[in-house]
């Protein structure tokens, strides 16, 4: 999706729910991610809400049942599900008239493999699922510029000081959010965060707080990795001899080696694989997202 084409559909999620009058300062900016982030046509998140089902993860299990917002609308059970009056499993029970849920999702789980084009195998679905991967962590990284100077300064001394482990996580948890109209909606409340940064000093929102965050996580994690890319290209470690011989003389295999060597130091990185220890950052804090926000996804 192109970034014109998604910040048009976080605009017009932001409407959809502010026009249903359930949502109000913080949980609205909230609310967006989520909705963002279940990636629902903006029609169909219009309908939920008309349902009075306002809760992104409510919807989700009652769509991924069969039930539509039109059948939950009709059986008026919406209100008290998103008032807590009712459980979004209850509901289901009683819109699809069965005492257990549990044959339904067998059912549904089953349906699930007959919708892969026929002649998937294991390794096309590893290279389109690491491609995702790829895609998420782009789109997160790309956020960085678009932070307010001082938050910036605040988020790259946090993440400077995690250790490897808390990197990680503090990169993969962002990367959870980086579908493109999140990242679109995550782009809007920068950009009302620096125009209001003039007069007062906002909070970000949560969820925000967790992209700032993995963004320069990923900046930081890149870092780490090219500071032992050079470590290894100066005094390649055992491992690397062993399976790449040592740095070679001419130009052309040094481009092989190096490519070579990246691979095999950004799994290392990735996995925490130290049978051959490189430093590569204090270990002075774990991860600053367990203190800097309360909020979790």
Known sequence: MAAEDAAEQA???????????????????????????SEMPVAEVRAWLAADVVRADDASILRELGISAEQARDAQLGERVSMGALSVEDAARLLLDVADLGDIKRQ?????????PAGADEAARVRNGLAWWRGQLQRVASLTDAIPPDLRAWARAEVGKTNDVGLLFLRDMAAEWGSPVTIAVARQELG???RLRLIEHPEPSGPLLQLMLGSLAVEEFNRRLARRLEAAIADPPTYLLA???????????????????????????????????????PPTSPCPWTSASGSTR
């Open 243 to 281: 399976m790449l011989g040592p740095y070679p003389a001419s130009d052309a295999a040094q481009l092989t080696w190096t490519q070579a060597a990246l691979d095999v130091e950004d799994f290392r990185l990735e996995y925490q694989i130290t049978d051959a220890p490189r430093p590569s950052a």
């Open 11 to 37: 605009s017009a999620l932001q409407q959809a729910l502010e026009h249903s009058g359930w949502f109000h300062g913080s949980w609205l900016q909230d609310a967006l991610y989520e909705w963002a982030e």
């Open 192 to 194: 009302r965060l620096t």
């Open 108 to 116: 549904v789980r089953a349906r699930g493999p007959a919708t892969q």
